[in-house]
């Protein structure tokens, strides 16, 4: 959506991420003013009763199952979705934190291209047709879908600021904004961003959209109630951008790293 909105132009008036630094380095400053972090979220692996060793997997076992031949896994398109590199984060980390040298490289051996899909919604269906055994999701995905889950710890899940320094040992190249260009992704904290955009068709029914979203007994607390963890207050990187946040934005916001 970032790079529709920056390379094609595409009319949208608010534009939100599951990676809050997409809009940092791909719509500001061109396309919008400021980015709002306002909820986080964690990885998880997602199963139903018809997957294969379902009643045998847990959050001690769940790589030596993904590893299994007749096992079929999947995860979304590191290029195209969030969701998509996170997932890889996640073998990475696991390989470093359960000390098992070459974990990542024999688990995607085990990963054909074909299961590697655009959007991270499209594994979802392919869960619960019997498709697809397990698919990395978030845990607000595999709430709102009443999918059956892995919880990992909390030094590979993405889910906790406080293992950051860890996560950082994850890197992830993505393709970039230019045809032949890549970015490297490192591995962080799963933060939620939004932005509203310069090319806004509707702005003052987009702020009156985030005024209510934003707000602790409003969108914030549909989110806490789907699984995904809100930010309350929301946080900016500033108080040059709350200050310069539309209507009434600023009281909803605090300056936080």
């Not at 630094?21 to 139903?48: E, G, H, M, S």
């Not at 076992?61 to 590893?67: Q, R």
């Amino acid at each position: 959506m970032a790079r529709l909105i920056s390379e094609k132009k595409k009319p949208a008036d608010i534009m939100a991420s599951a990676d809050y630094k997409v809009i940092d380095k791909t719509l500001i400053p061109d396309w919008a003013d400021w980015n709002i972090r306002f909820a986080t979220n964690q990885l998880v692996l997602c199963y139903t009763g018809q997957s294969r060793f379902a009643h045998q997997i847990n959050a001690q076992n769940w790589y030596d199952v993904l590893g299994r031949r007749e096992v079929v896994w999947g995860h979304s398109d590191p290029n195209l979705d969030p969701c998509g590199y996170r997932s890889l984060m996640v073998l990475q980390l696991a390989e470093k934190y359960y000390q098992k040298p070459g974990l990542f490289e024999s688990l995607i051996a085990n990963r054909p291209p074909e299961n590697v899909l655009p959007k991270a919604k499209e594994l979802v269906a392919l869960l619960k047709n019997g498709k697809m055994d397990y698919g990395w999701e978030y845990l607000s995905v595999a709430v709102q879908h009443n999918l059956n889950y892995i919880k990992l710890d909390d030094h590979i899940n993405l889910g906790n600021y406080k293992h950051d320094d860890f996560y950082r040992q994850a890197t992830v190249k993505v393709t970039g904004k230019e045809p032949g260009s890549w970015i490297t992704r490192t591995g962080q904290s799963v933060t939620y961003g939004i932005t509203l955009l310069r090319i806004a068709p509707n702005p003052s029914g987009a702020v009156k959209f985030l005024e209510f979203m934003l707000a602790p007994e409003g969108g914030l607390k549909v989110l806490e109630a789907m699984g995904q963890p809100p930010f309350i207050p929301v946080r900016v990187s500033s108080n040059q951008v709350k200050n310069s946040l539309p209507g009434g934005l600023p009281e909803l916001a605090e300056v936080k790293d």
